[in-house]
T-cell receptor
């Protein structure tokens, strides 16, 4: 079974600073990978996804993520964080060809300080 | 606009009562899902349905039940058998064959 680990439960960055949120997965082959964002008390919104091809994926709101097979990682990055980016971020993994089941990480809560 | 609606946003119940959470989508998606979210535990899958009149248990189905009589609707019943029902519940849907899920705004259930 696949699993996903987000090692940082809480991260604080200054507005304008760069951001990297870590995500590692466990699966024998290359899974489908996702990053979602959740504002407080709201549902989740898809930021970006990786299925195959170019390992650097661009998403909405200026986010990007890089798939590194050798490290089983799919880290989320943003060059300059805005106060509105404060939210919880979830990495997720799915197995190609299987049931449409997606496994979510426990989330990383991002705080942005002025 | 297409999307997923969940109602109500906040729900309060007394212990021992069953309660049904609504989830409706007008995205014409075949698959629908229910997740439970607790602080520090991410999202855990309760039930999912890939087609009308068919559904499967997820990782934490005990104490919950669902039905899928219409493509647009996937209500979740939290029964009195669920030991810790207080949580934030999220409904999602996806196209057949797609792993990209669209989420509703959630229902926060408080049982006292």
């Amino acid at each position: 079974a696949q699993s996903v680990t987000q090692p940082d439960i809480h991260i604080t960055v200054s507005e304008g600073a760069s951001l990297e949120l870590r995500c590692n997965y466990s699966y024998g082959a290359t899974p489908y990978l996702f990053w979602y964002v959740q504002s407080p008390g709201q549902g989740l919104q898809l930021l970006l996804k990786y299925f195959s091809g170019d390992t650097l994926v661009q998403g909405i709101k200026g986010f990007e993520a890089e798939f590194k097979r050798s490290q089983s990682s799919f880290n989320l990055r943003k060059p300059s964080v805005h106060w509105s980016d404060a939210a919880e971020y979830f990495c997720a993994v799915a197995i190609p060809g299987g049931y449409q089941k997606v496994t979510f990480g426990i989330g990383t809560k991002l705080q942005v300080i002025p | 606009d297409g999307g997923i609606t969940q109602s109500p946003k906040y729900l309060f119940r007394k212990e021992g009562q069953n309660v049904t959470l609504s989830c409706e989508q007008n995205l014409n998606h075949d698959a629908m899902y229910w997740y439970r979210q607790d602080p520090g535990q991410g999202l855990r899958l309760i039930y999912y349905s890939q087609i009308v009149n068919d559904f499967q248990k997820g990782d934490i189905a005990e104490g919950y039940s669902v039905s899928r009589e219409k493509k647009e609707s996937f209500p979740l019943t939290v029964t009195s058998a669920q030991k810790n029902p207080t949580a934030f519940y999220l409904c999602a849907s996806s196209n057949q064959g797609s792993y990209e899920q669209y989420f509703g705004p959630g229902t926060r259930l408080t049982v006292t």
